[in-house]
């Protein structure tokens, strides 16, 4: 898959199917829509486009949200994306001159122009152009003129899985990783840089990596302590993850995310690893002694590897 990202000077020579959305998770929802995209290029031969944003319009949009919190960060999405034979992924920067743009500017300059399209399939509630104005009904109008056709995805046909980003973050916010997972039709997993902590862990049998989110807008999900899948270097693992801030031996300022990898013994201090959220073990506590932490860890354990087995 090419990733491009300087939209300002480019064009996409051969005649393309697109879809258009922010692909925030990569959902069953999304999937739906992709799915169709490799299916009408196995019978037409023309190459696949996902026009997506950077950032996430709402953040632009709706400024009171700016807390907005996402599934995939725009280098998570891409690799999913590569993993449903996407030929191009066009990354558009979204600011405020773009959302203001007039709807048949964007169809003009940017659909077709730069895009090539000669067949579009876009979501049933799919809004784009100044307030929002283009839609389904919009593009159909513009067929002719730019010769493309428009195809949609009946809102029956993605909302009979209930699905949506939104629907997701609650899950993820919640706590509830099973359910997040099963609408995402994957893991949800973050990338995070391993950084040196005050390596209590060793110290009660339980070493931890203590990992650092470089960007913000990554969500993290409930506080509470996870069975998790670890990928470093390419290599699986797996182990016990706790998002909190330590009350038992902390004084609980800040949030803390550190993953105890299961038979494991190495300095990765300053690498880049991979978690996979599997399921949530239990809410964090504060224990009266260390002593029943350790035991309580213990019982975490083997319910992680009862879990694997």
Avoid: W
């Amino acid at each position: 898959m090419l990733t491009i990202n300087n939209t300002k000077h480019f064009r996409i020579e051969t005649p393309t199917i697109l879809t258009i959305g922010t692909f925030d998770g990569v959902h069953l929802g999304h999937q739906k829509i992709l799915n169709r995209l490799f299916e009408l290029k196995k019978i037409t031969g023309l190459n696949t486009v996902v026009l997506t944003f950077e950032p996430h319009p709402r953040k632009i949009l709706f400024p009171e949200q700016m807390d907005l919190k996402l599934i995939t960060l725009n280098d998570e999405k891409i690799e999913l994306l590569a993993k449903y034979n996407v030929d191009y992924t066009v990354v558009y920067p979204f600011d405020d001159a773009f959302s203001k743009m007039e709807v048949k500017n964007y169809i003009d300059m940017i659909l077709v122009k730069q895009l090539n399209v000669k067949h579009i399939v876009i979501g049933y509630d799919h809004k784009f152009g100044k307030d929002r104005l283009g839609d389904i009904h919009v593009l159909k109008k513009h067929e002719s003129t730019y010769n493309f056709t428009v195809e949609e995805i009946a809102k029956e046909d993605i909302d009979t899985i209930a699905v949506s980003s939104s629907i997701i973050r609650k899950s993820l916010i919640s706590g509830n990783i099973e359910s997040a997972n099963n609408l995402l039709g994957h893991v949800y997993s973050l990338k995070a840089k391993v950084i040196t902590g005050k390596k209590l862990g060793r110290e009660i049998g339980f070493p931890t990596a203590n990992l650092k989110i470089e960007n913000n807008d990554k969500l993290i999900p409930k506080i509470g302590v996870y069975f998790v899948e670890i990928i470093l270097d390419s290599l699986k693992y797996f182990g016990m993850l706790n998002v909190g801030y330590n009350p038992t031996t902390d004084s609980g300022q800040n949030l803390k995310l550190e993953v105890n990898i299961f038979d494991f013994n190495q300095d990765i201090y300053s690498k880049y690893i991979t978690v996979n959220f599997i399921k949530r073990l239990r809410y964090e506590i504060k224990f009266n002694t260390l002593n029943d932490l350790i035991l309580q860890l213990n019982r975490d354990k083997e319910t992680c590897l009862s879990l694997l087995s």
